[in-house]
Nanobody, 119 residues
């Protein structure tokens, strides 16, 4: 059974940093389209940062220059380094891995980790 497990969330002060990790079992990140999403209360889930099949990295405008997505292929871990955190970054963060073949689509989500930015 495929599992994605996030860790690293918590409480941070404005201007602080957190690093989220996503560990995968039974899949290899390097062949998937991967990303970090977040969902704040009362809002839709949004893509924060993603790496497509060609290796191109994209960020939502609100986190550009502050967040960095990366993959450690040797450990099969995906990270989201979050710096200069703002209260509006408060949300549940989810990692996602998706693979589309000519026959079917595989789409996996982690359980989410809470990030709260508050003084």
């Amino acid at each position: 059974q495929v599992q994605l497990v996030e860790s690293g969330g918590g409480l941070a002060q404005p201007g602080g940093s957190l690093r989220l990790s996503c560990a995968a079992s039974r899949i290899t990140f390097s062949i998937y389209v991967v990303g970090w999403y977040r969902q704040a209360p009362g809002k839709q889930r949004e893509l924060v940062a993603g790496i497509n099949s060609g290796g191109t990295i994209n960020y939502v405008d609100s986190v550009k220059g502050r967040f960095t997505i990366s993959i450690d292929n040797a450990k099969n871990l995906m990270y989201l380094q979050m710096n200069s955190l703002k209260p509006e970054d408060t949300a549940v963060y989810y990692c996602n891995a998706r693979l589309v073949t000519h026959k079917e689509e595989f789409n996996y989500w982690g359980q989410g980790t809470q990030v709260t930015v508050s003084s």
